[in-house]
């Protein structure tokens, strides 16, 4: 097992084998985001989808925008010192407790992802200011109860005190519809008053009519594991939570003032995107 830096911890990992020729969503995600740490399947997948959806990249790296502008937010604005990220995918510029850790020095954050090769680069992940705390868990969201007993988890946070729950661009591999509510609902339960949901979800009902038909080929073609999601299912994840303004928005509108212009059209990125607080 790695050698973590002192204000790190990761023994909950599993430690599953890699599977380089089936396409994983962390490592085509790594892929639209210009990395280097994914594999011939995940391009093909990452290819295919691409030609069907052509700014599926752009939707990539205005998810991530998204989560870099929601983590300042809740750090800046909100007082939140806790993190727990489901989905974490592979390390990229600027990851949560880098941009919490920029503000709050002291912030702690949990990371969750059911791929192995998010192991591999977790020395990347647990990297902490000495004040702070990261910890990595190979887990699955579709197993929030599993998440919520790892002893790294409790070792690392303190579910007494607010925490900010971060699920971007890992609900829509919650396959079903409302599948992923009660997932949505276990981990929320488990969390402190004040604590806040930040999430997005892909979905129908942004792009155009044409673009919906062959994604939607390709989904029957079993090509696709993203389960797009209307804006009613999306919103209900935040029933009897507080939203933020600007509510239930393009992924790319939320907040996004002092992001380069002009911004993309909301057909073109085709995600929902909101953040809400547990009263």
Known sequence: MPEFPPQAVGGGAKRTAIDTSVAHPARRYNYWLGGKDHFAADRASGDEMAAVFPTIRETAVENRRFLQRATRFLTAECGIRQFLDIGTGLPTADNTHEVAQRIAPDARVVYVDNDPMVMVHARALLTSTPQGRTAYLEDDLRQPRSILASADLHETLDLNRPVGLMLVAVLHFVQGEGAALP???????????????????????LPEPEVVERWKKLVEAGKVDIWSRPREEFAALFDGLELVEPGVVPVSQWRDDDEPRPRPDPADIAMFAAVARKP
Not at 183 to 198: C, E, F, K, N, Q
């Open 183 to 205: 997932i949505v609902r276990t981990l929320l339960d488990a969390l402190a008053p004040g604590s806040y949901l930040v999430a997005t979800n892909a979905t129908y009902d």
